[in-house]
């Protein structure tokens, strides 16, 4: 592969597992006293998009798409030309 698509695959990489982890981590909530609310079950998965959260999910698809734009490109260029017809 080219020099410079290993880098992409490097950014990528970086990004989407960047992104996924920020996104994912957990989050404190002020409201839970609110009577009403008190016993809802807790989900330690639930995912909050707040203005971190939106960045990083947004890190995390240009993360994943620049990954995937560096592999089909490595594939193709390893290929090569079709033959001519």
Known sequence: ????TRV???LGLVLLTGGVAVALRPRSFGWTA???LADAVYS???V???AMG???AAAAALGL???AGAVGYGIGIRRGAPPAA
Request: hydrophobic letters at 75%; aromatic letters at 10%.
């Open 1 to 4: 592969m080219i020099r410079k």
């Open 48 to 50: 909050v998009l707040d």
């Open 44 to 46: 330690p998965w639930m």
């Open 8 to 10: 992409l695959m490097v």
């Open 54 to 56: 939106v960045a990083a």
């Open 65 to 67: 798409a620049l990954l």
């Open 34 to 36: 609110y009577m009403p």
